[in-house]
């Protein structure tokens, strides 16, 4: 198993541009996320999915867009980038249950938007 | 949005201390979880607790899960350089919302030979 990967790992936009980051899983897991993470900071969850179809907002959703087609990918998109955004956002994956409450986390991608 | 506030901030010892940090809310969770993040990677879980008062170890590892459920800390023992990194603390209230985990600012630990 690969776990969960996003990809790009580094980006630089420059403002006003869109774009996508990518993640994928390959543990059949039902609940996705995104976090952002800013220095000195937690992680900020954006939105989320408990399953294909369905998304939610979390606690920092502006400016961000999700979607769910299937149970592995769940692509985050940017359609106006401002500097603001400019933040390591990690994918996280988990499944229902006791022993699925644990989010497993990707590497991230390091987002800069000039 | 609410962030736990995690104490202490940043951590510097020598190997072989004994290291201790702690979250707290001023709401309740239903699971406490903990984990580490290296340099350029994402969080990794080191330890999940789901019952008030429980104590988990895991190797040198051990946290508890406060039994009024607000709070919760997290010891390493005898600590050793690969233990350098940042330790976040996650809240989760409800078992039907994995996806939501509420996390601690971070306690950034430093350890000198």
């Known amino acids: 198993n690969a776990g969960v990967t996003q990809t790009p790992k580094f980006q630089v936009l420059k403002t006003g541009q869109s774009m996508t980051l990518q993640c994928a899983q390959d543990m059949n897991h039902e609940y996705m996320s995104w976090y952002r993470q800013d220095p000195g900071m937690g992680l900020r969850l954006i939105h989320y999915?408990?399953?294909?179809?369905?998304?939610d907002q979390g606690e920092v959703p502006n400016g961000y867009n999700v979607s769910r087609s299937t149970t592995e990918d769940f692509p985050l998109r940017l359609l106006s980038a401002a500097p603001s955004q400019t933040s390591v956002y990690f994918c996280?994956?988990?499944?229902?249950?006791?022993?699925?409450?644990?989010?497993?986390f990707g590497p991230g991608t390091r987002l800069t938007v000039l | 949005g609410q962030q736990l506030n995690q104490s202490p901030q940043s951590m510097f010892i020598q190997e072989g201390e004994d290291v201790s940090m702690n979250c707290t809310s001023s709401s309740i969770f239903n699971t406490w979880l903990w984990y580490k993040q290296d340099p350029g990677e994402g969080p990794v879980l080191l330890i999940a607790l789901y019952k008030a008062g429980e104590l988990t170890s895991n190797g040198r590892l051990t946290a508890q899960f406060g039994i009024t459920r607000k709070d919760s800390f997290l010891n390493i023992s005898a600590s050793i350089p690969s233990d350098v990194g940042i330790y976040f603390c996650?809240?989760?209230?409800?078992?039907?919302?994995?996806?939501?985990?509420?996390f601690g600012t971070g306690t950034r630990l430093q350890v000198t030979l």
């Open positions: 996280a994956s988990s499944s229902p249950g006791a022993g699925g409450r644990i989010q497993f």
């Open positions: 996650a809240g989760q209230r409800n078992t039907g919302t994995a996806s939501k985990l509420t």
């Open positions: 999915s408990v399953g294909a179809g369905i998304t």
